[in-house]
T-cell receptor, first 112, second 117 residues
Framework: GEDVEQSLFLSVREGDSSVINCTYTDSSSTYLYWYKQEPGAGLQLLTYIFSNMDMKQDQRLTVLLNKKDKHLSLRIADTQTGDSAIYFCAETATTGGFKTIFGAGTRLFVKA | NAGVTQTPKFQVLKTGQSMTLQCAQDMNHEYMSWYRQDPGMGLRLIHYSVGAGITDQGEVPNGYNVSRSTTEDFPLRLLSAAPSQTSVYFC????????????????FGPGTRLTVL
């Protein structure tokens, strides 16, 4: 079935770039998303990319999509301590009806 | 707009008890979902609704019931709580269907942390 995989932890120094990676299995995915979850809160959409795009940039965020390898990445430039959170990769699949598949989340630690 | 609200924030139940987790949204979204979040497992879809009067099962529906009598409310009922249902529960709503055209952002509530002893 559909699956989304991410590494569970990433630690970076303040000011460095963070790159969070994700792989997915459903080749019929139309949209791929990055959500951010801060402690004690629900998820909030950070950015998304349509499957016919290779890259999307939004201020400090860059999303890269490699459809051939089914690989999605989120790059955060100039990472700040406020970026410490859990980041979820998600895909919407056109097979199986109404559902979004979420990865397990990558916990980003930013060291001052 | 309040967005998506959930009550209660925290709940402790004994095995076998029943309860209802409340979810409401004021954005006139047709689509609402319930997820559970467990460590290392991401979010798993329990039940969802594509409009008032219409619900369907997600990935992990056993032990839970839902109903959707209004566009605004989508309660989740635990029929007979079990320790395996200890989790954080999130309700989400969205304007578009997730497999339809256009980006579909989901708006999440703050979550309910449930412990079953």
């Amino acid at each position: 079935g559909e699956d989304v995989e991410q590494s569970l932890f990433l630690s970076v120094r303040e000011g460095d770039s963070s790159v969070i990676n994700c792989t997915y299995t459903d080749s019929s995915s139309t949209y791929l998303y990055w959500y951010k979850q801060e402690p004690g809160a629900g998820l909030q959409l950070l950015t998304y990319i349509f499957s016919n795009m290779d890259m999307k940039q939004d201020q400090r965020l860059t999303v890269l999509l490699n459809k051939k390898d089914k690989h999605l990445s989120l790059r955060i430039a100039d990472t700040q301590t406020g970026d410490s959170a859990i980041y979820f990769c998600a895909e919407t699949a056109t097979t199986g009806g109404f559902k979004t598949i979420f990865g397990a989340g990558t916990r980003l630690f930013v060291k001052a | 707009n309040a967005g998506v609200t959930q009550t209660p924030k925290f709940q402790v139940l004994k095995t076998g008890q029943s309860m209802t987790l409340q979810c409401a949204q004021d954005m006139n979204h047709e689509y609402m979902s319930w997820y559970r979040q467990d460590p290392g497992m991401g979010l798993r879809l329990i039940h969802y609704s594509v409009g008032a009067g219409i619900t369907d099962q997600g990935e992990v529906p056993n032990g839970y019931n839902v109903s959707r009598s209004t566009t605004e409310d989508f309660p989740l009922r635990l029929l007979s709580a079990a320790p395996s249902q200890t989790s954080v529960y999130f309700c989400a709503s969205s304007y578009r269907p997730l497999t339809g055209g256009g980006n579909n952002e989901q708006f999440f509530g703050p979550g309910t942390r449930l412990t079953v002893l």
